[in-house]
């Protein structure tokens, strides 16, 4: 099977598996072809920009047998789509604002504007449905008595399910192999 996301140490094995590996668009085996990196901002690397993940090709030019064309990514399991900052970041803004019940304040072990805490915020907050989707596979969510804020019962549902992990959100997109966000 395909893996979208995958630990940075096990990225090359993955790569090197994509000829034994079906198009996700056309089913075609031999066809998948390295097609580049994806870049971008990391809170960790702020030289430049860091190796995100990596594109990969679905071969259409030659003559047998050929593939779709279709392009697809693998990511590295602790970077997030559309955002500069890391799983591990992001878990930690979120326990923040759920203990602090604060984003400002949440946000200041981090290197970002106060701005991008309601961005960020906000994405969480319209994904919660579909995370609490996939959470609903693994365990039933815990008993909250004292809170009737969905961020907070979609942070405990998360630390249920994953109780073992140091990042709950790793340990999603990992096992889902499913954005996060």
Same mark, same amino acid.
């Given at each position: ?7 940075? &140490? ?6 090197? &598996?994509?000829?034994?590996?079906? $198009? !996700?668009? $056309? ?9 580049? %990196?994806? +870049? ?6 702020? =030289? ?6 990596? /594109?990969? #090709? $679905?071969?259409?030019? +030659? ?7 279709? @392009?697809?990514?693998? %990511?590295?399991? =602790? ?11 992001? %878990?930690? #803004? ?10 400002? @304040? ?12 309601? /961005?960020?915020?906000? +994405?969480? +907050? ?7 989707? #996939?959470?609903? /596979?693994?365990? !039933? !969510?815990?008993?909250? *008595?004292?809170? &009737? $804020?969905?961020?907070?019962? @979609? ?8 109780? =073992? =992990?140091?990042? !709950? ?6 096992? #889902?192999?499913?954005?996060? *966000?």
């Amino acid at each position: 099977m395909l893996k979208r996301y995958v630990p940075e &140490d096990e990225l090359h094995r993955a790569l090197l &598996d994509l000829k034994l590996t079906a $198009c !996700p668009h $056309c089913g075609r085996v031999g066809t998948l072809n390295l097609h580049g %990196w994806l +870049r971008g901002y990391d809170e960790a690397n702020t =030289d430049g920009k860091a190796a995100r993940a990596r /594109r990969v #090709f $679905c071969n259409n030019r +030659r003559k047998h047998g050929s593939g779709c064309g279709g @392009t697809f990514t693998i %990511w590295i399991v =602790d970077k997030l789509r559309r955002s500069c900052l890391g799983a591990q970041s992001l %878990w930690k #803004f979120l326990k923040g604002v759920v203990t602090l019940n604060n984003k400002s @304040t949440a946000l200041r072990g981090l290197s970002l504007a106060p701005s991008s805490a309601y /961005r960020i915020w906000n +994405r969480f +907050r319209h994904g919660q449905t579909k995370i609490r989707s #996939f959470l609903f /596979r693994i365990c !039933p !969510p815990p008993q909250l *008595t004292n809170s &009737d $804020c969905p961020a907070t019962q @979609t942070v405990a549902h998360l630390e249920a399910a994953f109780p =073992d =992990d140091g990042c !709950p959100i790793v340990a999603f997109q990992k096992r #889902f192999q499913s954005s996060f *966000t």
